[in-house]
């Protein structure tokens, strides 16, 4: 469970002005909004990697606002992050990426480890990439090889940023269907950002929408499509005309 | 502040940390590589300039010049071939693991090791700092050979002196060996930590990593300069001539 | 890993000394074709002043924090050899000649390179990678004019001035650390240093101290304009330019020492 309380971040501007929202265990939660509404911010503040303002954000009933780097780095075990723009590791081969994770949480044996990179390989449509070098992927492959590192090791927790972003349709749904069949398998909290609409809602159990740091929807897939917010309504039916 | 804190939690990790295979030693040969030939070089000179500038200096006083080297020796020894030494070498070592370290940052790969169970400061600062301090050590010894070697033949082809008479280490004690190395480990310490320190506070693009790593090389620079200051002032204290 | 072949090391000389040369020639290049343009200057006063801020006032406290702790420290090293020949009523003159002759000049020149050298190269990469250079040039506005001398000008300016102020901090520091250390009170220390150093001492200094500001200014815009390959290019091209102007400081400064005598 996530529980985000009144949280502020400022940088330069105000980005997130007091948001407040919870995430129950073992939910699919879709995050949406418009470019630039603190989306990928909110994900950082609740993994611990930015620290907030005020407010506060309990991840399993602990506080995290109140821990150290030790306590941190030991709730980050128990998350998978895919990271907006990849952030994958440019020294490493896509199977080393891969295998990172592993190789620092677990004791597994070489032979088990290039098995579960290879599945997984395999789960994103890359079979056969272990070898590559980072730098001759496309954005898309890349995305992939993200996904695969941030779910190699099941955490229970799952935060994706834009996990279907500069995939083709086709992809795109494959991603969707392993997301849920992943999620099924370990029962994991899993929270996705994304601006394929859409599709992201049908795979949601509950929808919140970011807009200039406030969180101004939070509900099932089915409320937000006949939501009284003509805001909401406008960005989840995607038309040009509206509030927005 | 932040930089003590840094350093205590890089030494916590060198004892308590997860050993990575090979990393240590692929950070020794990039530092090693990057700096060996280059140093050599620049100490050479300076060891050049200094005995000259010296030589004519106390021509001014003493007739002789058969205390040039024994004093050359001791200087080197004791400080010039640490102190001098060391900014070349943050020029050199510190803008390297700043720009490595804050162009990581900027493509959120830190923030990506933090998700996967590594410890920036155990995966990335701990190798550097090892690898800096031993390197460095072994570098700054190499290149106040060098320094040695040049100041020798400049003193023999301008002033005269004799290789024998030159070579005089009467006046080195092992305090001032001792002073030395204290040195080297100490400036080594410090160009990875400040280094490191300004590589993970890079924020804002490529624009960050270059000034981040204008920062590391600054830092690096005085906080050489102030260690020097502390050590030589202490064991001037402790060790009278 | 590959083993690699004997011929390795031949192969990477050749190489490095094919780059070095490239270098060499584009900093000539870009040398001469700043003198074409200083026959009949016309420079930017508005991005003239702006340099002379961001470099020179910008600077002064790190140079004076600098200076002031190198004048103490050359006094503490010193010390054991001075109470040793005996020789402690000379510390001013020691200290003083080595601040204007060699470590003013020098130390501050190599920590001007590290701060404004590598601003500039940094900031000239950055609108290289982002085309800004080319927008200059498809407005009809000449780079170096605009860009590159004002910015050669403006450090060859701040470190003459920056160099003046580390001197005097530096004897400030040497003085204080000699009275401290030594007991050598400042009417002794100033004594050695008025019978003993001559105005050409201090000069000879300067005039380092030019030639270092210019080589700064060339290398960074050199290596700035020569930027390639976005972001980390500009990374590659800032430690190039840091590094190349470090070598070159210590190569200039080892025949000036001898030609200036």
């Known amino acids: 469970m996530i529980r985000v309380q009144s949280v502020h971040k400022r940088f330069r501007r105000?980005?997130?002005?007091?948001?407040?929202?919870e995430i129950k265990k073992g939910e699919v939660f879709a995050l949406i909004g418009p470019g630039a509404s603190g989306k990928s911010v909110l994900f950082k503040s609740i993994a611990g990697l930015l620290p907030i303002d005020d407010g506060s954000i309990e991840v399993d009933r602990s506080e995290i606002t109140q821990m150290d780097e030790f306590e941190l780095a030991e709730l980050r075990k128990r998350m998978g992050y895919l990271f907006q723009n990849y952030a994958l590791f440019d020294f490493l081969t896509v199977g080393q990426n891969i295998a990172f994770p592993l190789r620092r949480l677990l004791n597994l044996s070489d032979n088990e480890v290039a098995h579960r990179v290879a599945e997984r390989l395999e789960r994103v449509n890359l079979s056969g990439f272990q070898d590559r070098d980072i730098r001759q992927l496309s954005g898309g492959q890349k995305k992939r090889v993200?996904?695969?590192?941030?779910?190699?090791?099941?955490?229970?927790?799952?935060?994706?940023?834009?996990p279907t972003a500069g995939l083709d349709p086709v992809t795109s749904q494959k991603i969707y269907d392993l997301i849920?069949?992943?999620?099924?398998?370990?029962?994991?909290?899993?929270?996705?950002?994304s601006s394929d609409v859409a599709g992201v809602m049908t795979i949601a159990d509950r929808v919140g929408m970011l807009l200039r740091g406030e969180l101004i929807f939070e509900g099932t897939a089915e409320e937000a499509q006949r939501a009284d917010d003509p805001r909401v309504l406008q960005f989840v039916h995607g038309h040009t005309e509206g509030p927005l | 502040m932040e930089l003590y804190h840094l350093l205590t939690r890089t030494l916590y990790y060198c004892v308590r940390g997860t050993r990575e295979p090979g990393a240590i030693a692929a950070q020794m040969y990039a530092i090693g590589n990057r700096s060996f030939l280059f140093m050599n070089i620049t100490m050479g000179f300076i060891g050049a300039i200094i005995t000259y500038q010296s030589a004519t200096q106390s021509q001014k006083l003493l007739p002789d010049l058969s205390m040039l080297g024994a004093s050359y020796i001791k200087l080197l020894v004791r400080d010039i071939a640490a102190s001098v030494g060391a900014m070349p070498l943050a020029t050199r070592v510190g803008a390297g693991i700043a720009a490595e370290i804050g162009s990581m940052v900027v493509t959120e790969q830190v923030d990506a090791l933090r998700m996967t169970a590594a410890e920036p400061v155990d995966y990335l600062v701990v190798p550097r700092f090892i690898a800096s301090v031993v390197m460095s050590t072994a570098v700054l010894i190499c290149a106040g050979a060098a320094a040695l070697g040049s100041g020798?033949?400049?003193?023999?082809?301008?002033?005269?002196?004799?290789?024998?008479?030159?070579?005089?280490?009467?006046?080195?004690?092992?305090?001032?060996?001792?002073?030395?190395?204290?040195?080297?480990?100490?400036?080594?310490?410090?160009?990875?930590?400040?280094?490191?320190?300004?590589g993970l506070a890079t924020f804002g693009g490529s624009q960050g990593v270059g000034q981040a790593t204008t920062d590391a090389v600054v830092g690096s620079c005085f906080a050489i300069i102030v260690l020097n200051f502390f050590i030589s002032t202490v064991s001037y204290v402790v060790l009278p001539a | 890993m590959n083993r690699p072949s004997p011929l390795v090391i031949p192969i990477r000389l050749g190489a490095s000394t094919l780059?070095?040369?490239h270098q060499i020639g584009g900093l000539a290049l870009l040398l001469a074709r700043i003198v074409a343009r200083l026959i009949r200057p016309r420079i930017d006063r508005h991005e003239l002043i702006r340099n002379l801020h961001l470099m020179g006032v910008r600077s002064v406290p790190i140079v004076m924090a600098t200076a002031a702790f190198t004048g103490a420290i050359m006094v503490v090293q010193a010390a054991p050899l001075l109470v040793r020949f005996n020789a402690r009523e000379?510390?001013?003159?020691?200290?003083?000649?080595?601040?204007?002759?060699?470590?003013?000049?020098?130390?501050?020149?190599?920590?001007?390179?590290?701060?404004?050298?590598?601003?500039?190269?940094?900031?000239?990469?950055?609108?290289?990678?982002?085309?800004?250079?080319?927008?200059?040039?498809?407005?009809?506005?000449?780079?170096?004019?605009?860009?590159?001398?004002?910015?050669?000008?403006?450090?060859?300016?701040?470190?003459?001035?920056?160099t003046i102020l580390g001197?005097?901090?530096?004897?400030?520091?040497?003085?204080?650390?000699?009275?401290?250390?030594?007991?050598?009170?400042?009417?002794?220390?100033?004594?050695?240093?008025?019978?003993?150093?001559?105005?050409?001492?201090?000069?000879?200094?300067?005039?380092k101290s030019t030639l270092f500001g210019g080589l700064i200014a060339l290398t960074s815009c050199h290596f700035g304009l020569t930027v390639r390959?976005?972001?980390?290019?500009?990374?590659?091209?800032?430690?190039?330019a840091v590094v190349a102007a470090a070598a070159g400081i210590f190569i200039v400064d080892y025949l000036c020492t001898f030609i200036l005598g």
């Open chain 1, 14 to 21: 105000h980005v997130l002005k007091g948001v407040s929202l």
């Open chain 1, 146 to 162: 993200g996904f695969a590192r941030a779910t190699v090791t099941k955490p229970p927790i799952r935060l994706y940023d834009e």
């Open chain 1, 180 to 193: 849920l069949a992943d999620q099924r398998e370990v029962g994991a909290t899993v929270v996705v950002i």
């Open chain 2, 152 to 198: 020798m033949l400049v003193s023999h082809l301008m002033f005269g002196v004799s290789f024998r008479s030159f070579l005089n280490y009467d006046l080195v004690t092992w305090g001032d060996l001792a002073v030395g190395l204290i040195k080297c480990v100490a400036y080594g310490a410090a160009i990875a930590i400040v280094s490191s320190h300004r």
């Open chain 3, 19 to 21: 780059i070095l040369a």
């Open chain 3, 90 to 162: 000379w510390v001013g003159w020691g200290a003083t000649y080595t601040t204007f002759r060699e470590v003013g000049p020098l130390l501050i020149a190599l920590i001007f390179n590290g701060r404004v050298g590598a601003n500039n190269a940094a900031e000239l990469g950055t609108m290289v990678v982002t085309e800004q250079i080319d927008a200059l040039r498809a407005l009809a506005i000449d780079p170096i004019n605009y860009l590159v001398l004002p910015r050669l000008i403006s450090m060859v300016f701040t470190l003459f001035a920056l």
């Open chain 3, 167 to 207: 001197d005097a901090v530096a004897l400030l520091g040497s003085m204080l650390t000699g009275y401290v250390l030594l007991d050598v009170s400042p009417r002794t220390f100033w004594n050695s240093v008025s019978t003993m150093i001559e105005t050409w001492d201090l000069f000879s200094g300067l005039i």
């Open chain 3, 229 to 240: 390959g976005g972001a980390p290019g500009v990374g590659r091209g800032v430690n190039a």
